[in-house]
């Protein structure tokens, strides 16, 4: 089974630019939930979607905003890109949401603001 | 407000050498605590987590962890560190709302010969 895929790996934008990242979660995983991880710090929450729904929002500016597909995909985008949102952007999909589901994590997409 | 700190910031032990990672939160109630690997340029591969039970819980890689709750404390470890353990380990706990992860800043694990 594939797990969870991000696309592109990497990718580098000029600041004030706009950004899109996608993410399939793993088949059957109905929950996505974007990550921002900095060089040298743990993994930062962004949202939570589940069924298409914002369950769940972190301390992130609305430059950043996010949606879930029907298929349960998701698109992360990332507006008036700035030197700060360089960091890995992690995708996670789980099979729901209550405390003790685990959460599977993609590869990640590499972004550099130039 | 929910936390997570990983007082080591980089770690050196030789192969064969035993391993302890620390890692205290800051939660209200029962909390749910995961142990997670990155190797360099990935993504984050579960090692072992907790929810309930039993306080010493066996992961994958031959990892385990020990839920303390007087210390607020789940640090993983593990008898015999290989050459390929070498990596960034994060410790998280899930927040109140069941809507998120809170890591720690992690611990970089180095591996000498």
């Known amino acids: 089974d594939a797990g969870v895929t991000q696309s592109p790996t990497h990718l580098i934008k000029t600041r004030g630019q706009h950004v899109t990242l996608r993410c399939s979660p793993i088949s059957g995983h109905k929950s996505v939930s974007w990550y921002q991880q900095v060089l040298g710090q743990g993994p930062q929450f962004i949202f939570q979607y589940y069924e298409k729904e914002e369950r769940g929002r972190g301390n992130f500016p609305d430059r950043f905003s996010a949606r879930q597909f029907p298929n349960y995909s998701s698109e992360l985008n990332v507006n008036a890109l700035l030197l700060g949102d360089s960091a890995l952007y992690l995708c996670?999909?789980?099979?729901?949401?209550?405390?003790?589901?685990?959460?599977?994590f993609g590869q990640g997409t590499r972004l550099t603001v130039v | 407000a929910q936390s997570v700190t990983q007082p080591d910031i980089h770690i050196t032990v030789s192969e064969g050498a035993s391993l302890e990672l620390r890692c205290n939160y800051s939660?209200?109630?029962?909390?749910?605590l995961f142990w997670y690997v990155q190797s360099p340029g990935q993504g984050l591969q579960l090692l072992l987590k907790y929810f309930s039970g039993d306080t010493l819980v066996q992961g994958i890689k031959g990892f385990e962890a020990e839920f303390k709750r007087s210390q607020s404390s789940f640090n993983l470890r593990k008898p015999s560190v290989h050459w390929s353990d070498a990596a960034e380990y994060f410790c998280a706990v899930r927040n109140q709302a069941g809507t998120a992860l809170i890591f720690g800043k992690g611990t970089t694990l180095s591996v000498s010969s």
């Open positions: 996670a999909s789980s099979s729901g949401t209550t405390e003790g589901t685990e959460a599977f």
């Open positions: 939660y209200g109630a029962t909390p749910y």
